[in-house]
């Protein structure tokens, strides 16, 4: 099966601008996450998707984050306006009830400048 | 709180050694927990699973619910095994919810 493609793999921006990332999910899979991972840390969860609503963004800073799946398929994660903090990488995964375990994709690095 | 703790950073350890990966976890309840791999170039993905008691790749993963730990073992390191390994911690049963990761550890495998 396809895994979990991300793009860009790369970004680099200046602070106050604003990016975004798209995710598309392995076929079939209903929940999607986004996961932020700062150099020296694990991934954090941002928002976990259930198809196309959400399940959990409590961790999401939502004054400068969003995040949608429209469709019940990809999704897209915005950080408007970026700070210098935002700098990470981007995960998206996905899941589903018939197999155990996250597939995860490459992520995205992300650096503010 | 829900927590993951990986008090190692690097474990550094030479070929045909057994190693030990510790991690501690709090929760109230029963969580499940993983073991998640990150070789270099890769992608994250998942080594296993506590509920499912298998070993892979020569790793297993005790679920020890007095001592809140789950520490990953191997009786004899391969230099292939070289990799960021998180545990992580899921609240809630299923096969579909959040994960709590752990800082990660760096095993390294010298020749």
């Known amino acids: 099966e396809a895994g979990v493609a991300q793009s860009p793999r790369y970004k680099i921006i200046e602070k106050r601008q604003s990016v975004a990332f798209w995710c598309n999910p392995i076929?079939?899979?209903?929940?999607l996450y986004w996961y932020q991972q700062i150099l020296g840390q694990g991934p954090k969860l941002l928002i976990q998707?259930?198809?196309?609503?959400?399940?959990?963004d409590s961790q999401l800073p939502k004054d400068r984050f969003s995040a949608e799946r429209l469709k019940g398929v990809d999704s897209t994660l915005k950080i408007q306006p970026a700070k210098l903090e935002d700098s990470a990488v981007y995960l998206c995964?996905?899941?589903?009830?018939?197999?155990?375990?996250?597939?995860f994709g490459s992520g995205t690095r992300l650096t503010v400048v | 709180a829900q927590r993951v703790t990986q008090p190692e950073k690097l474990l550094s350890v030479f070929k045909g050694a057994p190693v030990e990966l510790k991690c501690n976890y709090s929760?109230?309840?029963?969580?499940?927990l993983f073991w998640y791999v990150q070789y270099s170039r890769q992608r994250l993905q998942l080594l296993l699973r506590?509920?499912s008691r298998e070993s892979i790749k020569g790793f297993t993963a005790d679920l020890n619910k007095g001592e809140t730990s789950f520490h990953l073992k191997k009786p004899f390191a391969q230099e292939e095994d070289s990799a960021m390994y998180y545990c992580?911690?899921?609240?809630?049963?299923?096969?579909?919810?959040?994960?709590?990761f752990g800082q990660g550890t760096t095993l390294q495998v010298k020749p």
């Open positions: 995964a996905s899941s589903s009830q018939r197999s155990y375990g996250y597939t």
């Open positions: 076929s079939g899979h209903a929940t």
């Open positions: 998707f259930q198809n196309n609503g959400v399940v959990d």
């Open positions: 929760y109230s309840g029963s969580p499940e």
């Open positions: 506590h509920i």
């Open positions: 992580a911690l899921q609240p809630f049963s299923g096969n579909t919810g959040k994960l709590i």
